[in-house]
């Protein structure tokens, strides 16, 4: 396994997170017991979790994938150490988490303590923010006209910013996280935190996480240049697209107990025809390369330029498995060839 740092906190992370929204709905404890043991057994020590899991959200999942965790946590307390935990508070919109409220500083401060709680913890590694208070160009916002930026007050968004970075402050002060990161937000967004941290001696932001893949690649490349250049690690959500990237869901399939098979909140946005046209070739060239269409389009994320560590998640250990064996893999010059050559017919296939 290969680590990287996390932003400037002198944190240094696998190349692969362990992602978990789906503890808790499709997977048990023991599956995810299974998967943690099997993940810090082979050099993983970054888990990425949230308030919001497990998935599909509701108010009966809510707050599942933390527990699972503290309940591992609670029988192993000397492998505490062992992991950079990150979790997320959930952005506005859910009714049943904080009356749909927005982000704000004071709401940090309690959500913190409630997912301390949960994970049975005395401190978080990182500490995200799920999703900004503001419209942002993620899950399947990014086509022009889709929302509007010219409507955003600016300054208003601004003032909620350093609120949020003052609740963050008191929580780091008082022990109870190290670092802060975003989720689903943009290049403005990273530079405003930036920026007002500087300002006003506030904690800097670490790392960010979006949706990245061989189907959804927008941040490359002025997004992740700015990673880069700041110093903000860029973890990778979804580099298999929700699983589309596997295969399973061509023609309209709907295995029994994937992902696809439940409602989204979002809808299941991500099935389009041209991404079944996008998917069938790339697993022509995954056939060619001998490999899975999973772990070839696992390795080119982990191979792209300005990556730090690919958020992967797994329904069973042998999915895992084959996830991680990716991590191992180097693309050929031939490989990455054939694969931009696909990329470049379906470059925004959803």
């Given at each position: 396994m290969k680590y990287v740092p996390l932003g400037r906190t002198g944190l240094d992370v696998s190349r692969v997170c362990l992602g978990t929204m789906t503890w808790g709905t499709q997977n048990t404890q023991a599956d995810a017991e299974a998967q943690i043991e099997y993940a810090l057994a082979n050099g993983v020590n970054f888990i990425d979790t949230a308030e919001m899991y497990s998935i599909p959200p509701n108010a009966e999942s809510y707050g599942k994938t933390e527990t699972i965790i503290g309940n591992w946590l609670a029988r192993n307390p000397s492998r505490r150490k062992e992991i950079i935990l990150a979790t997320k508070i959930a952005g506005m919109g859910l009714s049943y988490v904080r009356n749909g409220g927005p982000i704000t500083g004071e709401a940090i401060i309690s959500s913190v303590d409630a997912s301390l709680k949960r994970l049975q913890t005395d401190y978080i590694d990182l500490y995200q923010l799920h999703w900004p208070n503001?419209?942002?160009?993620?899950?399947?916002?990014h086509f022009p006209g889709h929302i509007s930026f010219t409507d955003v007050d600016r300054v208003a968004h601004s003032e909620q910013m350093l609120d949020i970075l003052r609740g963050i402050d008191a929580c780091i002060k008082a022990g109870k996280i190290r670092h802060f990161g975003l989720s689903d937000d943009s290049t403005w967004g990273i530079?405003?935190?930036?920026?007002?941290?500087?300002?006003?001696?506030?904690?800097?932001?670490?790392?960010?996480?979006?949706?990245?893949?061989?189907?959804h690649?927008?941040?490359?490349?002025?997004?992740?240049?700015?990673?880069?250049?700041?110093?903000?690690?860029?973890?990778?959500?979804?580099?298999?697209?929700?699983?589309?990237?596997t295969g399973k869901y061509l023609n309209g399939a709907r295995p029994e107990g994937s992902r696809w098979s439940y409602a989204q909140r979002n809808g299941i946005f991500r099935d389009t025809p041209l991404v079944d046209k996008a998917v069938t070739a790339y697993m022509e060239v995954a056939k060619k390369y001998q490999m899975t269409s999973a772990q070839l389009?696992?390795?080119?994320?982990?191979?792209?330029?300005?990556?730090?560590?690919?958020?992967?998640?797994?329904?069973?250990?042998?999915?895992?498995?084959?996830?991680?064996?990716?991590?191992?893999?180097?693309?050929?010059?031939e490989a990455l060839d054939d694969i931009m050559a696909v990329f470049k017919q379906y470059p925004l296939p959803f």
């Open positions: 503001r419209n942002s160009p993620h899950f399947a916002k530079n405003e935190y930036l920026k007002l941290s500087e300002k006003h001696d506030l904690p800097r932001v670490a790392s960010i996480q979006n949706e990245f893949s061989l189907l690649a927008k941040d490359w490349p002025y997004l992740i240049e700015n990673c880069v250049h700041e110093d903000v690690a860029y973890l990778p959500w979804s580099p298999l697209a929700a699983g589309a990237l389009a696992l390795a080119w994320c982990d191979q792209v330029d300005g990556v730090s560590s690919t958020i992967i998640g797994a329904t069973s250990l042998e999915q895992l498995k084959e996830d991680l064996d990716a991590f191992d893999m180097t693309l050929s010059p």
